[in-house]
Nanobody
């Protein structure tokens, strides 16, 4: 499974962005898909995940500001983030799980300026 993210960039504080992740390869067994992020000198943290059935889970730092969605037919997952803060600056990684392992994209940089 290969994951390719897009949609990162430079955004002003208070703004919004939408990240996309497209999966290719052996996607029929994928269950959960989601987003994690890692800021410099910090641990990678959960942003949001969504199961194949649509169950969602959000990290505490983005609750109320992020919405994850998924298009199973396109093997894609999206992350809409609003009211962005400078502390949201990080590399955002797409993740997917099947029954045996997880897969990661290469990441997309999101920078929020104050």
């Amino acid at each position: 499974v290969q994951l390719v993210e897009s949609g990162g960039g430079l955004v002003q504080a208070g703004g919004s962005l939408r990240l996309s992740c497209a999966a290719s390869g052996s996607t029929s067994s994928l269950n959960s898909m989601g987003w994690y992020r890692q800021a410099p000198e910090k641990r990678r943290e959960l942003v949001a995940t969504i199961s194949s059935g649509g169950y969602t889970n959000y990290g505490d730092s983005v609750k109320g500001r992020a919405t994850i969605s998924r298009e199973n037919a396109k093997n894609s997952v999206y992350l809409q983030m609003n009211s962005l803060k400078p502390e949201d600056t990080a590399v955002y990684y797409c993740q997917a799980l099947d029954f045996s392992r997880d897969y990661w994209g290469q990441g997309t940089q999101v920078t929020v300026s104050s």
